[in-house]
């Protein structure tokens, strides 16, 4: 896997009406679609999510490669999660055994029930970020932890925290990668070797990739400092976040899609 195929963080700007939304009608959403995949007990309403995702990424106009790239990074997860179910959950009929090793019917629904769960899970979140510039996501949770306000909780520095991390995790990924190709470059071996010799071998990418971050980190301190930015009393908001016809809209199909694995559970459907 190339970390440049990393897409977490990135925000594409189109002109889809997903992109017109208000953000916090989006992160509202973002919430319910996850308690959406989490309600659904059944590949059926499963089914209904994946429609949901396929749903949201034609009216978002967002490549549907760019939304599979986003389950690169936690292939390795999906690895693991597979296999956790697939050998420790053994009751059913059995289709393979090996000594202590155990494959069976229950094990193996499972296993795919999982991973497709985890897979929707991370392509129709990831959509939030691909929709959403950092400044307006800012704004958006910023508004809607508001009435942590009243038992002094610092709600815009939390959030801007939220946003910067969000907002340099493709640049930290290029710099990564600039930094592993250098190392390439001067014979360095990072592909070879155990665990150990790999863990190793990072100790050259590490170093000056905590020395670039924290340098960005001095940089964009001095670079808002020179802006006199002190905070978010008082200050004002080149776009006002509105809702409008499409948050309603999008709301109802959410909810509409929601009632749908509802129904699926109650009648039991596979």
């Known amino acids: 896997m190339q970390l440049r195929d990393i897409t977490i963080g990135q925000y594409f700007p189109l002109n889809s ?21 989490f309600y659904g007990k059944s590949i059926a309403g499963l089914a209904i999510g994946a429609l949901f995702v396929v749903l949201v990424t034609v009216i978002s106009r967002v490549s549907f490669i760019m939304v599979i790239k986003s389950v690169k990074p936690i292939i390795p997860i999906l690895i693991f999660t597979g296999i956790l179910n697939l050998f420790f959950l053994q009751d059913g009929e059995v289709y393979f055994k090996w000594k202590f090793i155990k494959i ?8 795919v029930f999982m991973l497709f769960r985890i897979v929707l899970l991370v392509c129709g979140s990831s959509l939030l970020t691909y929709t959403t510039s950092p400044i307006v996501l ?5 508004r809607l932890l508001s009435p ?4 002094k909780m610092p709600v815009h520095e939390l959030a801007m925290m939220m946003t910067i991390a ?4 493709p640049t930290l990924i290029e710099e990564t990668d600039k930094i592993m190709a250098a190392q390439k470059s001067r014979g360095a071996d990072l592909e070879t070797g155990g665990i150990v010799k790999r863990a190793k071998a990072l100790l050259p990418i590490l170093i000056p990739l905590f020395v670039s971050a924290f340098r960005r980190a001095e940089e964009l301190a001095t670079a808002m400092e020179c802006r006199c ?7 004002t908001r080149l776009k006002v976040l509105k ?5 309603y809209l999008g709301t109802f199909i959410t909810l509409l899609f929601f009632g749908m694995i509802i129904t699926v559970n109650a009648l039991n459907v596979f």
């Open 229 to 235: 930015y002190h905070g978010g009393d008082g200050r």
């Open 166 to 169: 969000l907002r340099f995790i």
């Open 104 to 111: 069976t019917e229950y094990g193996i629904e499972t296993s």
């Open 148 to 151: 942590l306000k009243k038992f």
């Open 138 to 142: 800012t704004d958006a949770i910023e």
């Open 243 to 247: 809702s409008s016809y499409r948050d």
């Open 17 to 37: 009406p997903i992109h017109k939304m208000d953000a916090r009608f989006k992160i509202l959403l973002t919430g319910v679609f996850i308690a959406m995949l």
